[in-house]
């Protein structure tokens, strides 16, 4: 499909190392069923190629971000399930996404992980969970080809860690029993060849989070790190050994804010005021700059852009609703990706910035 250029847009993006503000370029339509409900998005750093996890369309939608279009979609999933009149996102799928070499790895409603070939096409697995619920946001070490999954909506949620060898073998189980409301993004960090994932409330008290540590070779806990005053959802890693913390904070129990943590020390760095209530953050370093899809933003849906030097809010540009909550770039030609589906005032199509 096309990219609807905006009158006037310049792209210009030859030798952007520390971009500032953002433009929007243009809108990706999505074909089949009108955009209105999806999850996860995830650039390949390897082929440039966008996937989004569409439950609208059942599938996992590929775009080619070096011309901003759709070619193709895989897979078979349980799509928006609904239940008493409303869609039931602890069942419903897809969710996360991710590539592990010639396959797409992606969560289902249906407490499965589904491997599917990308030349083919074709579903080659279905890994249970060994939950009832959705298998919800991932990650993936190289190094020492592990894979972990999120069971969010599980009570109490837990992760699992397994091989991405072809006997697909669990390493490891970690159940969060003190977590108070999921557990959700995970990333790798290459540095300390640990895995990081947002626990966003420890205990009862919903301003008192922490992110895990996790070990992809034993797949066990090897510690958590407090976080106060943020209920994380996303997390990003970005430069000088920190990463970025998408906070649910939405200014009524807790000051919308985002949080920027270092690895190393456990230390929060940076408390980032005036854009919260977060999602799915982003970290582009062409761009040198976090994103964050904050859904819940005081004052509407926004896309938050932070500087990852200095941790400074640089802008906030708003989202039409949407539920505008997936966020991913790339690093090729500095695109940054907004999902905006097509309920509360949205387009449901794909929305695309630049650096302007």
Avoid at 56 to 61: E, F, L, M, P
Avoid at 143 to 157: L, R
Wanted: net charge negative; aromatic share 6%; hydrophobic share 40%.
């Amino acid at each position: 499909m096309r990219l609807a250029l905006l009158a006037g847009a310049a792209i210009g993006l030859a030798g952007v190392a520390h971009a500032t503000e953002l433009k929007q370029i243009g809108t990706i339509d999505v074909p089949g069923t009108k955009l209105s409900n999806f999850d996860i998005s995830y650039i390949d750093p390897t082929t440039g190629l966008y996937y989004l996890a569409d439950r609208s369309n059942k599938a996992i939608d590929i775009f080619d971000t070096s011309k901003d279009a759709y070619v193709g979609r895989v897979g078979s999933f349980v799509g928006a399930v609904v239940k008493d009149g409303k869609v039931d996102n602890d069942t419903s799928g897809p969710d996360g996404v991710l590539v592990v070499g010639p396959e797409i790895w992606a969560g289902d409603g249906d407490s499965t992980v589904k491997v599917i070939d990308s030349a083919s096409g074709k579903t080659t697995a279905a890994l249970s969970s060994g939950g009832k619920t959705r298998v919800d946001e991932m990650a993936y070490d190289p190094k020492d080809q592990a894979f972990i999954a999120v069971n969010n909506a599980e009570d109490p949620p837990f992760a699992t860690v397994t091989s991405t060898k072809a006997d697909h073998a669990v390493i490891g189980k970690v159940v969060f029993a003190d977590a108070g409301d999921g557990a959700e993004q995970p990333a790798y960090n290459k540095e300390d060849g640990m895995f990081y994932m947002s626990i966003p409330q420890v205990g009862k008290d919903p301003k008192k989070g922490a992110v895990a540590v996790i070990d992809p070779k034993s797949g066990k806990l090897v510690k958590m790190l407090p976080v106060d005053g943020c209920h994380p959802a996303g997390l990003a890693f970005g430069p000088d050994g920190n990463f970025v913390l998408g906070c649910n904070a939405n200014g009524k129990t807790i000051p919308a804010q985002t949080v920027v943590m270092n690895a190393e020390s456990g230390a929060v760095v940076a408390t980032v005021a005036g854009i919260g209530g977060a999602d799915m953050v982003n970290y582009n370093a062409r761009n040198n700059q976090y994103y964050t899809g904050s859904r819940d933003n005081p004052g509407g849906p926004a896309l938050g852009v932070i500087d990852a030097t200095t941790n400074k809010l640089v802008q906030t540009i708003p989202l039409k609703g949407g539920n505008p909550h997936s966020v991913t770039s790339s690093e090729a030609n500095g695109h940054v990706y907004v999902p905006v589906g097509a309920v509360g005032g949205g387009d449901g199509t794909i929305h695309v910035f630049a650096p302007n």
